[in-house]
C-alpha cells in the first residue's frame, strides 16, 4: 500500500456472526488495506465471542502493518446486540464494547446488530427490507425516516440454517422421508446413524451436548439440504416451509418500509442461496398484487459496516468507493 492510502488515517468494519468474525480495514477512498476472519463473534452462539472478535480485529491490524491509533473510526455489526427501538431481547448491550476494546485503538467504536450492517450494505441507505439467516435470523425493515422494525416485535421468528436442518430431521423423524430420497442418506452418514431409529437416539443425545455445538452441528448440514432441493423432495419440502415462514415476515414489515414496491435482499451464509432465494420468490408472489421485490446485495455485511465506518470519519462514500468496497467482497473471500 502507499502511503497517501493511510495518510489520513484508515476504519475497521465488523461484521461478528455466530459461525464467523471479518474484519476489514479500509482507506477513505475505500481501498481494502488488509482483511482477516476468525471464529463466531456472537455471545448467544459462541462461549469464546469475545476472544473471537478481539483476535479477528488484532489480525487484521497487523496483517496490513497498521498501527491502532491511526485508525479514525469503527464500525461493529454485532449478531446478538439488542436494536434500542426493539423490544427483543433483555436490553443489555454493555458487554459489546468490551469485545472491539482492543489495546491502542482511540478512535470511536460504534456496535450495531449485525442486521443493520447487512441493510445498509445490501441496499446501500435505501428504505426496505433485508432478510439475513446463517446462523441466526433476522428480518428487519428500515423506513426512509430511518425508523428500524424487526418482524421479531410482532413475536414472529423464521428460522435459520440450523432450523432448516431440524425441520428435516423432525420430518425424518415421522416418516416423511422416501428410502431412495438422496437427503435421507446425507441425514444419516452426518449425524453417525444406520436407521431412523439411530438417529433419534443422536438427536435425544444432543440434547444433553453442549448447546452452542450442538447448534453447529446442525447448521454445518444446511449446505447439503440445500444442494439436494432439486432431488429431494425432502429437501424441497424444508426449504419451502422455511420461504413461507420468512416470507410472512416479510409481509408483516412490508407496510413499514414506506415504498409503493419495497426491495428486499437477502443475506448471510443461507438466505442468498439460489435454492431458499428462488423459493422465497415464489412464494412471495404467489398471492395477491406484488408490492415487494427481490434485489441483489449491493455489498456484503462488512461491506456495509465500512460505509457507516466511513460516515463516522466523516468520509461520506461516493459511487466510487463504493465501487471499491464492492471489489474488495471478493478480494476479502
Not at 41 to 58: K, M
Not at 90 to 107: E, I, P, T
Not at 125 to 154: C, K
Not at 222 to 240: G, K, Q
Amino acid at each position: 500500500m502507499s502511503l497517501a492510502t493511510v495518510q489520513d488515517g484508515f476504519v475497521i468494519g465488523v461484521d461478528a456472526g455466530g459461525t464467523h468474525t471479518r474484519v476489514g480495514c479500509f482507506g477513505r477512498d475505500g481501498t481494502r488495506l488488509s482483511f482477516a476472519t476468525g471464529g463466531g463473534g456472537s455471545p448467544t452462539h459462541n462461549d469464546d465471542a469475545q476472544e473471537n472478535v478481539r483476535a479477528t480485529i488484532t489480525r487484521a491490524l497487523e496483517s496490513g502493518g497498521l498501527l491502532p491509533e491511526d485508525a479514525t473510526a469503527l464500525v461493529a455489526g454485532m449478531a446478538g446486540l439488542n436494536r434500542s427501538s426493539s423490544n427483543q431481547g433483555d436490553g443489555r448491550n454493555d458487554w459489546a464494547s468490551r469485545f472491539v476494546d482492543v489495546d491502542g485503538l482511540k478512535c470511536p467504536k460504534i456496535a450495531v446488530n449485525d442486521a443493520v450492517i447487512a441493510h445498509r450494505g445490501a441496499l446501500s441507505g435505501r428504505a426496505g427490507i433485508v432478510v439475513v439467516a446463517g446462523t441466526g435470523s433476522m428480518i428487519l425493515a428500515i423506513a426512509p425516516d430511518g425508523t428500524e422494525t424487526e418482524s421479531g416485535q410482532f413475536l414472529h421468528y423464521a428460522g435459520a440454517a440450523r432450523h432448516l436442518v431440524h425441520d428435516v430431521v423432525q420430518r425424518i423423524l415421522i416418516g416423511e422421508a422416501t428410502p431412495n430420497d438422496p437427503l435421507l442418506a446425507a441425514v444419516l452418514t452426518h449425524f453417525g446413524a444406520a436407521d431412523t431409529a439411530g438417529l433419534r437416539n443422536r438427536v435425544l443425545a444432543n440434547g444433553a451436548s453442549d448447546r452452542n455445538a450442538a447448534k453447529r452441528n446442525y447448521g454445518a448440514l444446511a449446505p447439503r439440504v440445500t444442494s439436494l432441493a432439486e432431488a429431494s423432495r425432502l429437501a424441497d419440502v424444508a426449504l419451502r416451509d422455511l420461504a413461507a415462514r420468512t416470507a410472512r415476515g416479510v409481509r408483516l414489515l412490508a407496510p413499514l418500509a414506506g415504498e409503493e414496491f419495497v426491495p428486499v435482499a437477502c443475506t448471510g451464509s443461507l438466505a442468498p442461496d439460489p435454492a431458499f432465494r428462488d423459493r422465497l420468490e415464489q412464494t412471495l408472489h404467489e398471492d395477491g398484487p406484488r408490492t415487494v421485490e427481490l434485489v441483489e446485495a449491493r455489498l456484503d455485511p462488512l461491506g456495509g459496516a465500512a460505509v457507516l465506518a466511513l460516515e463516522t470519519a466523516g468520509a461520506g462514500p461516493d459511487q466510487t468507493v463504493i465501487d471499491r468496497l464492492s471489489m474488495a467482497e471478493y478480494a476479502a473471500m
